[in-house]
Structure formats: C-alpha cells, structure tokens
C-alpha cells in the first residue's frame, strides 16, 4: 500500500480548495484517514446519506477549526474520498458531520447536528485517562492518524500447533493493577512486559487478552456504597481498529499501539502467542436510548439488527446487536481483522458471543452465515486461530454445531459444565466426563485434528477456580443489583464453608479440589484453557460477574502466589508434563505393548461399564514419545471415600510409577514412586502415573 501511495504521489495534484485547504478527490478504496505525501486521504462510506462535512479540531478542542464539506464529485457510489493537502498528523484531530433522512420509524437517524467518529479511526481521543470521564460534547471522540512506523524486524509468526498450546486468560488492567504485582506500569501493556519471566517460568504458550480496542469505561458508570463502578471488561466497543489508549503506560500522540506491538513483539520473542477477545456482537451505542458515537449516524438500518418496528434486536443482552451477515458490516469485520493480524501481528481471535455472528438479518440463525464462512477461507487470516464463543445472550447455543468449515474452534461450555459436575462428585457424571477428557468426539469428530475443543473450567466470565470451591452461591452484591445479576447455576461446592475460614481442613480439601481440577484441564485431550490467578488460588470474594469492579474484586492479588506458591509450582510441573508426554496431546504411534491410544478403567483395569453411582475413573494414554513407548495413567477419585485400584498389567521389565498426588501437600513427588499393582488413591484426589523400565 506505501508503494502505491508513493506512485502514486505525482498524480495528487490539488484540484481546488476548501475552507483554505488545497483538496482533491481521494483515493476511495482506502477506508479510514491515511496519510500520504503531502497531505492526508479521508474516505467514509454511507449508503443513504445526502452530504458529509469532514471536521478538523486542535488537540483537546470540542469545536472544529476547520469544517470542510465533501464536493458532491468527490463522492463515487456511497462513498466519499476527499485528499486535504498541508496537514500534518500531529496538529490536528478528526470527526465527520453526516447529513440525510432522519425518521426513527424507519430506522434513519441522519441528524448533521451530530458528531461521528470515523468507524475506521485507527486511533481514538476522547477518554484516554483510565476512569476519568470525557467533557464536552455528548459524544467526546474524535479520530487521529496513525504513523505506522512500528520496526518488527525480522519477525515471523509463531504458529504453535493447536495440540501444543495452553491459553492463559488475562484483564490487561486486572493483570497487574494492585501494587502487589510489584510492577513499575501497572494495569498497562507496559505492566504485562514485566510479567513475561513469571509467564515463561509458568508456560504456558498463548495470552488471550480480554477486551482491548477502544471502549469508554465510565459510559454508564454508577456509585454504589462509595465505590465506583465502571464498565471494566470492555464488553462495549466504541472503536474496532483503536487499541485502548488508557491501556498504554504514556501519550502516544499518533502512534497509537507502539506500546501494544512492543508488547506482542516481545511475547513473540519469547515464544508466546497472543490471541484477542474481539466484540463484533454489539456496539458502545446502545439501544433506543443509547448515544450516537459513529454506527447510527452514518447507516443505522445497515449496521444495527432492527426489528419490524425499527427497534434494536437485544441478541447481546448489551442494548443492541450488530448487522455482523450484511456485505457492508463482513466488509469492515474482515478489513478490521486483517488490520490487526498485518500490523499487530495477532495470532488469534476469540469471538465474544459469536453466535450472533451467524445471525441474519431478521435475527434468525443461518445454516451457512456468510461472515464465517468468509472468515473461514480468507487469505491473510489463514494461520490465525479462529475461537468463537458459540452461543449468544438471544438463546441460540452451538456448541458442537458452530458453523466451521474446518477452521474455528469453540469454547467448550459443554466440558466445563460436565467437568464441575464430576469433579465435586455428581452421580451419573462419569461416562459425560470420560468423553470430555477424551476430547468431546461427540461435538468434534473429524474436525481439526481433534483439537477444535477449547477445554476450560473457569474463564473471566464466572467463578475463579479458588471460589469454584469456596461459594455454592454467588455473591454479587458489591454490583449493585442485589446479587440478581450473574449465573445462579454454578456447579460450585465450598467444601463444607461458605467463603473465608480458618479451618485448615477446608482449606486443604480446596487446595486439592483446585489441584484436581488443574490436573483433569491440562490431561484432557484438546485446547486447555484457563483463568489468570488461578494458578495461584487468586479469588473475586464470590463475585461471579465482577464486569463493573475496578478494584481488588476484579484485580489479581500477587501475594496469594507467595502464598499459595505450592499451587502455583503445581500447575507450573502440569504444563510441563503436557508438553513432556506426546500421548496426553496428540495421536502418535502405537506403543510396543498393545494399549488403545485413550481407555477408561473403573477401579479394575480394562472394566468400562460405569455404573450411575460410579464417582471414580482411570484415564490411560498410550503411544509414543521420542520413539520410546509413553503411556500415562491417570486416577481421578471424586467420591468421599478412598478406593483401591489396580493397575493395568505390564511387562515384567517395566513398571508404574507414581508422580502426582494431589492428596499430599507436596502433590508432585520428589522422586517418582514404583507401584507394582494397585494403589489406595485417597478421597476426592488425582494421582499420575507413568510406565518405565524397571533397569534404567
């Protein structure tokens, strides 16, 4: 694209001259503000509109400077392109006037009063100070033009195979937010910077970031008992292509994202992957009552799902849901995506309630929705990891039948359900959870090598894996809605006390709780997927919707890692024994003595008949690793009781050997352990076993 511009340069000539400023037509497939030599090219699109102003402000002024309107030749279709010689980015900011129908019963709200931001902005001021609210005009943002002089050197992608990655959920501000992270940038990219040698010293391969293009944290923020409460995941987009600029650790006066690329240069370096938590359900608009920011105001029957009525479909449960499956929205989803993959270098993208992606535009499901499928097949995304959350707030839930065309993946809500389940040791949980380990073949078959299945038991979205074991009941008060708010259907057990206590009894049995549930997600057969903190017992106090606590709530406590550095050393040697044994991960050959690649064993080897009452299964893998037979053995006991269980038979030359048990205080053994037969495998714990040669 340089290259054209700069072949371009000798055929920009100004043709005339508005409000003082040299102009001419533009380039009109370029969407967005770019800048090229000599001056800058705007291009807006919409299909209705009558007229459009472009509006130049100084920094931090709400009145423009400079309004120049678009000559009617300089629209081509629906679009407008106009080039504006003499600009220098540094000295001024963006917004548009757009002009046409206004007649809310059809769906038009064109009103020229009103000022847009630019949908294509790849920088956004406006509420740059984290917390600070925005003054002046009812909608504050303005664009700014990015130099895109970001040096990524030889960089290369990291395409981590999906059997080999191990995704670590983090808030950018909860991550390091509290002065016990010990970090000099906290709640920045900056801050995560700080944190690699703690995300290398755990390893996992891959950061999902919660929600980090532009969103205006304090629309709709609220004082309750004296905190205040804000929109603190970002679950409401006011900008798709902006990074967030309160998430930078200083101003970037336009080069917005250099902090954010510095910090995924550097996880590449390191051989970390970064996936983002992209919103492209809904927008920061709202519904009826909602501000005009950008979408309503220059095509609101285009971008928005609106009912007969001309009233917005609520598919989000976020005030309105947006048009994802017209061509004109897939166009700047697509465009959008591809910006972030070529100048961001992203590796993956988990699609927030992505169900609605697949809505039409009457809001019913699609058999084959266009914008997946295009997704799918795209060239630029072609090495990107493709995550949808399948279901949507509207009711439409796919897990297991997410249109993938081979390509997506899907948060398992299916395997964290059944894994609570029979980890706190239902009745008649056994059989579902055997299948969920084993990689839910009933939801997968035939798809992506067996790895479309992100498995995880707790997400930013619900309890911390230490409240799992904590609350059986939410405790959302600190909200506001009199603990209405949040999932009462948690599956959650707090190990005979409700909340804190001093009785180390409980606190050990949740300790092992926790170390049951880690060891289950990352032996299970698929992608594993978990929360940060939990591998430290970080707790949200049993809050499982802290969507609006901008405080401790929300924020991860770095001294329970000291303190529970036990667990974290746990998860840490989990990780490792993942990456060490081929089998848990992927289908390699056979091994020498004759064992299927995944078997399930009641309390007697090779007896799968498991019974309603049955609280106990064996899990075995076999193969190889490094052309040596690898077979791992797996004792899950979720009864309250201790069982005695026997070993499948080997050959007189090799042996089992325990390395785990989650019983013990110190679960990972320091020195594994032979067992020549069977083993007493403790109430509610898991043991590990591996084979080996009985004379090495």
Known sequence: ??????????????????????????????????????????????????????????????????????????????????????????????????????????????DKKNILLDPYAKAVTGQSTWGKKALGNENPYHARVVKDDFDWQDAR??????????????????????????????????????????????????????????????????????????????????????????????????????????????????????????????????????????????????????????????????GNTLNCNHPIVQQMILECLRYWVINYRIDGFRFDLASILGRNEDGSPMSKPPLLQSLAFDPILGNVKLIAEAWDAGGLYQVGNFPSWNRWLEWNGKYRDDMRMFLKGDSGRTNAAITRIFGSADLYEGRTGGNSSVNFITCHDGFTLYDLYAYNYKHNEANGWNNTDGSNDNASWNCGMEGDTDDQNVMRLRMRMIKNAAAVLLLSRGVPMFLAGDEFGNTQFGNNNPYCQDNIISWLDWNLCKKNNNLFQFFKYLIAFRKEHDPIRRHTPSCSLGFPEMSAHDVNPWDSDFKEDSHYVGIMYAGRTKEMDDCIYVAINTYWEKLYVKLPSLPLNMSWYQVVDTFEEESVMQEPIRIDEGVEVKERSVMIFKIGNLYE
């Open 1 to 110: 694209m340089k290259r054209v511009l700069e072949e371009s340069r000798f055929h920009l000539i100004p043709l005339g001259e508005i409000s003082g400023f040299k102009v001419r037509p533009g380039l009109y497939e370029i969407n967005g503000a770019t800048a090229i030599p000599g001056g800058v090219n705007f291009t807006i699109h919409s299909n209705q509109a009558t007229g459009c102003e472009l509006l130049l402000f100084h920094r931090k002024e709400h009145e423009p400077y400079a309004v120049l309107p678009f000559p009617e030749n300089y629209r081509i279709g629906n679009v407008f392109s106009m080039i504006v010689f003499g600009l220098q980015i540094e000295e001024f900011e963006y917004a548009y006037r757009v002009d046409g129908p206004y007649c809310p019963k059809k769906g038009l709200l064109f």
């Open 157 to 318: 992608p990291l395409l981590t195979p999906l059997e080999d990655t191990v995704i670590y959920e983090m808030h950018v501000r909860g991550f390091t937010q509290d002065a016990s992270s010990g970090v000099n940038c906290p709640g920045t990219f900056a801050g995560i910077i700080e944190k690699i040698p703690y995300l290398l010293d755990l390893g996992v391969t891959a950061i999902e970031l919660m929600p980090i293009f532009e969103f205006d944290e304090t629309r709709e923020s609220r004082e309750f008992e004296g905190n205040c409460l804000l929109n603190y995941w970002g679950y409401s987009t006011v900008s798709f292509f902006a990074p967030n600029t309160s998430y930078a650790s200083g101003i970037e006066y336009n080069q917005e994202g250099n902090e954010l690329k510095n910090l995924i240069k550097i996880l590449h370096e390191n051989g970390l992957e970064v996936y983002l938590d992209v919103v492209f359900n809904h927008t920061a608009e709202g519904n009826e009552s909602g501000p005009v920011i950008s979408f309503k105001g220059l095509d609101n029957q285009i971008y928005y799902i609106l009912t007969p009525d001309n009233y917005y479909y609520n598919f989000s449960g976020c």
